[in-house]
């Protein structure tokens, strides 16, 4: 059999698009709609999630799953992943802060949604490879960060929104500064067993409204002592 080509996978990610859109209907009574956003559709459909799996996966990278990527970490679920940026809600001139950078598809999807990207990774060999890979790929609004995401990247705070792609069981205090009045940060809250996808709003005074939602499975965030 012959190799798969972009075409392929151009079609694969247009059905990806479609199972997202299914499921996002059947499960509109937990998440609180029927459709995600436009914007969010339309960059899963554009960014080549096969690029971001290792090269033995490519040909299962639009499948609604997740998949491993490495240091027992994988690439989440492309619907886990547009819930969460539908979630998180980027306008065209916010600044994001990522935490949790894998290989970079959340990031790339973010990149397509906001004015800058920042992400940090602790896995030095995730950053590097994320760095080369989006780079090839012309993502030029996406910079990484190698170190500790629960002490976020003070240097270019205060962002508009943030995102962690791992849990905690309490929201690190450091993001929470790092996010400005008016931000909006989407994290996995919670023990292995019970996590939820966590909505924090910031008011312009500086106070925080949490609102839980959907229950997840992420691998927990990880510090550097």
Partial sequence: MKDMSERHYAILRRHMAEVIAIHADLAGEEIGKAALDERVMAAMQNVP?????????????????????????????????ALMTDLLSPGPDDTVLEIGTGLGYQAAILSQLARQVWTVEVIEEFAREAETLLGRLGYANIDIHIGDGSRGWAEHAP????????????????????????????????????????????????QFDFKKHIPVRFSELETVR
Avoid at 173 to 195: A, C, H
């Fill in 49 to 81: 999630r096969h690029a971001f799996v290792p090269e033995p996966l490519m040909v299962h990278a639009y499948q609604d799953t997740p998949l491993p990527i490495g240091f027992n970490k994988t690439i989440s679920q492309p619907f886990i992943v």
């Fill in 159 to 206: 962002y508009d929104k943030i995102m962690v792609t791992a849990a905690a069981t309490e929201p690190p205090e450091p993001l929470l500064e790092q996010l400005k009045p008016g931000g909006r940060m989407v994290l996995p809250v919670g023990p292995t067993d019970s996590q939820r996808l966590t909505i924090i709003d910031k008011d312009e005074a500086g």
